[in-house]
């Protein structure tokens, strides 16, 4: 008799837990049913694209499997894309906030443009221009075997610390140049008619140079085309050339 008691009893307490677990189960996946995603951080990529993005995976009409997938799983995210966290506005409604990756230039691929970031992973194919994002040209790289999400396949593996240090002076001393272009290893910039050559390194104390000197090439050469030589510029440098075209 004691064994059939202690048997209805372990029998009461299994069915106690499968109800808690069954009725736990229901409020998952009936209780967190996504109805609205809504996005926010996103520049480089239209709404439609990250919801697309976050949509395309069966389990996406639960919100809390949203919620652990892009917080706690390491989901993947698209590839111009730092980060996406999401957020439960309530039970029913998600909210997604994108973090997009900082771009370092980009250039002409494919009759569009292809932006990379400061690794000179590529990113992102469009045919709009980004605001604040210069353009590189001169970058050497074999077109056929461009991968978005993988390094540009370039010639010279140095060139995007030297883009990247080049751009962040630039930005420090608020030069506006017109173009940017990548030679002979080292960066050269346009303004107008006047090419600047920088070389491979020391950017900081040649592009402080650029401005000033700019000024004074216009009123000793006014509307004359020609090249400033700072490949070789240093604090120690006396004087700096500047040649005229011919």
């Known amino acids: 008799m004691k064994k059939r008691k202690h048997r209805r009893k372990a029998w009461k307490i299994v069915l106690a837990v499968l109800a808690v677990v069954i009725l736990f189960a229901a409020i998952v996946v009936f209780g967190f049913r996504t109805r609205s995603i809504e996005v ?6 239209g709404e439609s694209s990250i919801l697309a993005w976050i949509e395309n995976d069966k389990l996406s009409v639960n919100t809390l499997y949203l919620f652990l997938k892009y917080n706690y799983l390491g989901a993947d995210v698209p590839t111009a894309v730092e980060s996406m966290t999401v ?88 030069l506006v140049p017109d173009r940017v272009v990548c030679v002979d290893s080292g960066i050269a910039l346009y303004f107008g008619s006047v090419e600047v050559l920088l070389g491979e390194d020391n ?11 700019l000024k004074k090439i216009a009123e000793l050469y006014p509307d004359t085309a020609g090249t400033l030589h700072l490949e070789n510029y240093d604090d120690s440098s006396s004087a700096i050339r500047f040649v005229p075209a011919v």
């Open 203 to 213: 950017y900081e104390a040649r592009l402080a140079q650029v401005e000033p000197i």
């Open 40 to 45: 926010e951080g996103n520049e480089y990529y």
């Open 87 to 174: 957020s439960l506005k309530n039970p029913w409604t998600v909210h997604v906030t994108v973090r997009e990756k900082e771009m370092l230039g980009y250039v002409d691929y494919d009759g569009a443009f292809l932006y990379f970031d400061r690794d000179g992973t590529a990113c992102l194919r469009t045919k709009e221009v980004l605001d604040g994002v210069p353009h590189i040209e001169g970058l050497v790289f074999d077109v056929s075997k461009v991968e978005l999400g993988s390094v540009l396949p370039v010639e010279d593996s140095g060139i995007f610390r030297r883009i990247m240090d080049a751009t962040v002076y630039i930005a420090k001393y608020s």
